[in-house]
């Protein structure tokens, strides 16, 4: 047994509050959601998250990021969804990465191939993250955009999972069996703020309005 789960907690509080504090997280909350840039964020996320998944399946076997391997969790399927919503049926020509969205692939991609148990950090980031806020970002995303139940939402929806804090525990237990040594439970933290970091900087692409398209 390790404490990567609270180590993950506490060591990413900071990154987190900065995340939360950007621009266009801090309008989403106040329920201000332009629908452009949400769409365009929605584009950024599948490609994440499909580099993300990919990943995690290639390495589901791995001793380390077997601890993280939940497929009831993977977002790609659900995207396809929200971007047909936004997009049309003709969506899958329509989208493409910002530069952020790119880097953020990029890093998935070159940790998976150097140093998998760093995916651990991603998916940590990400699907906790989702589990945390997802009901509430949803309750938003409805009211500021007009949406219909379930129109543009299906990201938030967790069919497979019906009692999310319990889920959480369960994950953070599975991460705690993960077979780490202390060194790399700090890369593991670092990246996950990087993970923040990365995020921040799409936050900040959508903000500007350089990504409505």
């Given amino acids: 047994m390790t404490n990567l789960s609270s180590e993950l907690r506490e060591g990413t509080k900071k990154a987190h509050t900065m995340a939360e504090n950007m621009g266009f997280v801090r309008c989403f909350l106040r329920g201000v959601v332009e629908k452009q840039s949400y769409r365009k964020l929605v584009a950024n ?29 993977h977002r790609k399927a659900s995207l396809e969804t929200d971007l047909a919503y936004y997009y049309g049926p003709t969506w899958r020509d329509q989208i493409s990465l910002t530069e952020g969205g790119q880097a953020y692939v990029n890093r998935l991609r070159q940790v998976a191939n150097t140093q998998p148990e760093l995916l651990v950090s991603h998916s940590y980031t990400r699907y906790i993250g989702d589990l945390s806020g997802g009901q ?7 009211r500021a955009m007009n949406l219909n139940d379930g129109q543009g939402t299906a990201f938030y929806e967790f069919p497979e999972i019906p009692d999310e804090k319990g889920f959480k525990a369960r994950y953070r237990q599975s991460v705690d069996q993960a077979p780490l040594a202390d060194d790399t439970i700090a890369q593991i933290v670092q990246e996950a703020n990087d993970a923040f970091g990365l995020n921040m900087v799409m936050f900040k692409e959508l903000e500007i309005g350089r990504a409505h398209v």
């Fill in 45 to 73: 996320f599948y490609f994440i998250y499909g580099a993300m998944e990919e990943e995690l399946e290639r390495y589901k076997d791995h001793p380390v990021v077997s601890t993280v391997y939940f497929p009831e969790l």
């Fill in 136 to 142: 509430i970002l949803k309750g938003i995303a409805q």
